[in-house]
């Protein structure tokens, strides 16, 4: 069984501060994604990475995967308040004609205060 | 374009009545997938459909639970004889497809809160 692990669940951070979010998996993937998720709303898709040493950037946040680790962290550089909302890391596992399911680590709720 | 929608945003029933929760996915995308969201169990895999093929129903928690998609489109996730344990947001979440390509990323609905009294 998949299971995915993100640490910490809960993060407090001050603006202008650095941080990273875990997420380890147990088994084989071969693609991982970040998503966001407001309070009330759905899950925004922030990152796909699909390659070992894969690493992507948008804004003040920047994922990166390591498939030998089964470790991908989501880095977080000078945060400002707009970013306070629950990440989630999603692990695709299911083969053949199931592939593409996602397993969902538990989520981590940021906030970020002045 | 249209992304995800689902109706109703929000149910409230009685236990042991039967629910039905609708999802439209994005036109054109093959696959469909159910998840749930709820406070204790977190965001969990219910069902998913690709193209004709048969769906994968391993997430399902029980016999009370099935879901159709008819046209290849719309699909309707069905809950019978209600528990309050079936509280929860349920997401639904549509991706394409695409021949010799192993890009699948889903695009999730607003979701439909459900919650049994």
């Known amino acids: 069984e998949l299971k995915v692990e993100q640490n910490p669940l809960f993060l407090s951070m001050q603006e202008g501060k650095n941080y990273t979010i875990y997420c380890n998996y147990s088994?084989?993937?071969?693609?991982l994604y970040w998503y966001r998720q407001d309070p009330g709303k759905s899950l925004e898709s922030l990152f796909v990475l699909l390659s070992n040493g894969a690493v992507k950037q948008e804004g003040r946040l920047m994922a990166s995967l390591d498939t030998k680790a089964r470790l991908s962290t989501l880095h977080i550089t000078a945060a400002v308040h707009d970013l306070s909302a629950t990440y989630f890391c999603a692990v695709v596992w299911g083969g053949g004609t199931s592939y593409g399911k996602l397993t969902f680590g538990q989520g981590t709720i940021l906030t970020v205060h002045p | 374009g249209a992304g995800v929608s689902q109706s109703p945003s929000n149910k409230v029933t009685e236990k042991g009545k039967d629910v039905e929760l609708r999802c439209d996915p994005i036109s054109g995308h093959t696959a469909l997938y159910w998840y749930r969201q709820s406070l204790g169990q977190g965001l969990e895999f219910l069902i998913y459909f690709q193209g004709n093929s048969a769906p994968d129903k391993s997430g399902l928690p029980s016999d009370r639970f099935s879901a159709e998609r008819t046209g290849g489109s719309v699909s309707t996730l069905t809950i019978q004889r209600t528990q309050q344990e079936d509280s929860a947001v349920y997401l639904c979440a549509s991706s394409l497809r695409l021949a010799g390509k192993s890009y699948n990323e889903q695009f999730f609905g607003p979701g439909t809160r459900l919650t049994v009294l």
């Open positions: 088994t084989t993937s071969d693609r």
